[in-house]
T-cell receptor, first 117, second 112 residues
């Protein structure tokens, strides 16, 4: 597709269940980011993948959160034993490469709204 | 520490200029960004400035950077109803190639 896509767009789950969120980056983009956006707040960095390098997991809030990426394509963010505090919009972004500047502009997907009851 | 702060709301009259302000704490910032988020849509990069610049203009948008005060602003000239959105200030810190720190966003509303 032309842009970053995410699925599902909305997910409602019960506390304690596991959820998987999917991100399809723009084809050819080597860098992929996951962010969390709580209601009325800014984006909170979660994890970053760049090519074949080890991912930067420094933003993951707990060991209940994990993410994988298959090569330079699809990524899944998994939240185990969900808690109500996990309710947020989870945004994925991709860029041609890592680092700053216009050439590495991050293109964002529409997000997955997760509600934990 | 790493922190980016913005005021939460701004209301301007259509046709006036909007000025959205942002302060950041990390002096090792390399790039500073302004993103726009419209309802139900993902974030869109509006413009960015490298930390060795103090001003950047792009059509109706003017970005001013005061590195001494760690203050960034976005001016939108001739504000239109289509400019209604949440505007996020963000910084990329030098010590991490990956991490961008976002502010909480400023909701811009336009009065007729």
């Amino acid at each position: 597709g032309a842009g970053v896509s995410q699925s599902p767009s909305n997910k409602v789950t019960e506390k304690g269940k596991d959820v998987e969120l999917r991100c399809d980056p723009i084809s050819g983009h080597t860098a992929l980011y996951w962010y969390r956006q709580r209601l009325g707040q800014g984006l909170e960095f979660l994890i970053y993948f760049q090519g074949n390098s080890a991912p930067d997991k420094s933003g993951l809030p707990s060991d209940r959160f994990s993410a994988e990426r298959t090569g330079e394509s699809v990524s899944t963010l998994t939240i185990q034993r969900t808690q109500q505090e996990d309710s947020a919009v989870y945004l994925c972004a991709s860029s041609l490469g890592g680092g700053g500047g216009a050439s590495n502009e991050q293109f964002f997907g529409p997000g997955t709204r997760l509600t934990v009851l | 520490g790493e922190d980016v702060e913005q005021s939460l709301f701004l209301s301007v009259r259509e046709g006036d200029s909007s000025v959205i302000n942002c302060t950041y704490t990390d002096s090792s910032s390399t790039y500073l960004y302004w993103y726009k988020q419209e309802p139900g849509a993902g974030l869109q990069l509006l413009t960015y400035i490298f930390s060795n610049m103090d001003m950047k203009q792009d059509q109706r948008l003017t970005v001013l950077l005061n590195k001494k005060d760690k203050h960034l602003s976005l001016r939108i000239a001739d504000t239109q109803t289509g400019d209604s959105a949440i505007y996020f200030c963000a910084e990329r810190i030098y010590s991490s190639a990956s991490k961008i720190i976002f502010g909480s966003g400023t909701r811009l509303s336009i009065r007729p």
